[in-house]
């Protein structure tokens, strides 16, 4: 039996689960646009056209990756047709892990993570595991780590100098609670450059809700209001495990060694190719009528202006900027110097490549939106790599398990509700990098806001040394009196993050790009943060 793709009906290639409201009918027999079970595991049969063609992916984040991953495994395309191009000389953007214990760790990103990530879990369900045997994926693996060894906290919330608060409650009266539901009843469309200090009430941002929700994606109140819907649709499962943190899973290692590393090797294996030191900046486009195809690529290839041809038949997948992109980098010494403008990063920066889409059309959104405003996008995390002191004493008495013991630590971040930084802090699983000795544990703090001094260091936290951040974190925990000898067995590496929650800014519909914008034969824009 033959099985003829069908090519005369034009796919929803963009599914919208906020736009209406979803029903089954004559016109839609499809499951709902966000459901990822085991009904959308179906491989599209080729419709035969794929030989021949190459993809081009800008960015080799785990967006970049995915792209290339499903290319092959849904698109039926050869690994040897697909060239990944990154500005950097290493795979996964955002999700990063590296340093060794001499000079210091450092990761930008911790990492939360629950069952529903749908897409994330279908994909690593096809990737080999790199300490399991053949045939165990990275999902495998995961579900291994964690069945054995379940999430929870035991001081999510911590205030006065080191003692933890009652965080048992979500805090909520019932007026507060409906503020909520109203939201999620709330269409889309009505939510445009909404934040959510305009919406919530005084009384529901001091809630213990709040401070568990906030901390734990990084909310602004300045921030979208719109966003934070999305993410209570996205995460309401969550809710349950919220106080405690049992709802969410962690990585064995640090984000780069456990999702990174095993999907390059996957997709190398395969025959793509990863192209470093190369920053596209723009998209050469062929417009006839309402149809805009690219046909070049403009890059700096190890800073020399170079252009890259793109076939009529080929695909470009783009990224509409990068949330560490222009990061700043600070030691236990050194505080931090942004090198990014704080209302436009310039054109040195991977921003370029979308701002110069933008210039083009209305349908490639607005940047500016997401990038104009480094004080409202931009927050700072610090790696602490430490020697057994006082800091890893008060940390045992804060964990569920010995830290040294393989097992959950802290079991997620813990916030100090009184920090005038709105600071956290959370040591994951150890070893949090597979190289590292047994007597060292990696710690990452962050905080929410950058422009208050601290309780204890009279400066914003993105003036501040490491020593000093140091100073303000062992200040919550109630140890400062032992600051000496933490400073004297602990590393800090720091990292202002100036795009970290552009993602959050407020925006009204347009402002984003869509995934295929109106009219492009050949592009797809892949956006940050899933
Ligand atoms: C501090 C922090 C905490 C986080 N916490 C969580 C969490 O708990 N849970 C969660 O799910 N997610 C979390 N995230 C978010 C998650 O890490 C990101 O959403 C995800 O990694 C973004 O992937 P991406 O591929 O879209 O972009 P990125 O990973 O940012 O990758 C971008 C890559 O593309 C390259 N690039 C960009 N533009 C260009 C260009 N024009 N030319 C060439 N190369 C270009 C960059 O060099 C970079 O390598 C966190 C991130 C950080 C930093």
């Not at 940047?367 to 790696?383: A, L, N, Q």
Request: hydrophobic share 40%; with cysteine.
């Amino acid at each position: 039996m033959t099985i003829e793709a069908k090519s005369a009906k034009t796919f929803q290639v963009e599914t919208d689960a906020t736009a209406t409201f979803w029903h089954n009918a004559a016109d839609n027999t499809l499951p709902p646009p966000d459901m990822m079970g085991a009904y959308m595991r179906n491989r599209p049969v080729s419709a035969g056209c794929v030989p021949g063609r190459k993809a081009w992916i800008i960015g080799s984040g785990v967006a970049g990756l995915a792209a290339a991953f499903y290319m092959i495994r849904d698109g039926g395309m050869a690994g040897e047709d697909i060239t990944i191009l990154d500005a950097m000389h290493i795979e996964g953007g955002s999700l990063d892990g590296a340093g060794n214990p001499e000079d210091g760790y450092i990761i930008r990103g911790g990492r939360e993570m629950n069952w529903n990530y749908d897409n994330l879990w279908d994909m690593f369900q096809d990737v080999q595991a790199l300490e399991l045997p053949e045939g165990y994926s990275v999902l495998d693996e995961y579900r291994l780590v964690n069945d054995n060894d379940p999430n929870f906290s035991k001081a999510r919330l911590m205030h006065k100098q080191g003692q933890i608060r009652d965080f048992s409650k979500l805090g909520l009266s019932k007026p507060q609670q409906w503020e909520l539901i109203r939201l999620m009843l709330r269409r889309k469309e009505d939510l445009d450059d909404v934040t959510i200090k305009q919406y919530f009430s005084a009384g529901f941002l001091e809630t213990n809700f709040w401070f568990l929700w906030r901390s734990m994606f990084a909310f602004e109140n300045w921030q979208s209001l719109l966003e934070m819907k999305l993410y209570m649709h996205r995460f309401l499962d969550a809710i349950d495990g919220l106080t405690d943190l049992s709802a969410l899973v962690f990585p064995k290692y640090n984000q780069y060694d456990s999702f990174v590393r095993p999907l390059v090797n996957h997709l190398k294996s395969r025959g793509v190719k990863v192209q470093f030191a190369t920053r596209a900046y723009d998209l050469d486009m062929a417009v006839n009528g309402d149809v805009r195809t690219v046909t070049a690529i403009r890059a700096k290839v190890d800073g020399v202006d170079t252009t890259i041809p793109v076939a009529p038949d080929d695909v470009v997948y783009a990224l509409t900027g990068s949330m560490t992109e222009g990061t700043a980098y600070g030691d236990m010494d050194n505080a931090p110097v942004l090198e990014r403008g704080r209302h436009d990063p310039g054109d040195e920066s991977d921003w370029a490549l979308w701002k110069n889409l933008a210039k083009k059309s209305p349908i490639f959104g607005k940047p500016e939106k997401f990038y104009g405003d480094v004080d409202g996008s931009m927050w700072e995390s610090v790696t602490l790599t430490c020697r057994p002191s006082p800091l890893v004493d008060k940390l045992k008495e804060l964990a569920v398990n010995d830290p040294y013991s393989g097992k959950t630590v802290t079991g997620g971040i813990i916030t100090f509700t009184d920090s005038n930084w709105v600071m956290s802090f959370t040591c994951n699983r150890q070893p949090h990098f597979p190289d590292q000795p047994s007597d060292v544990l990696v710690i990452w703090v962050y905080a929410l806001l950058m422009d208050k001094e601290g309780n204890f260091v009279k400066k914003p936290m993105p003036a501040c040394t490491g020593r000093e951040i140091l100073a303000e974190l062992c200040y919550h925990l109630g140890i400062e009196d032992q600051l000496d000898e933490v400073v004297k067995n602990t590393k800090a590496r720091l990292a202002l993050m100036p795009y970290i929650t552009a993602m959050f800014m407020p925006r009204a519909a347009g402002d984003r790009p869509h995934v295929v914008p109106a009219g492009c034969a050949n592009l797809a824009l892949e956006r940050d943060r899933a």
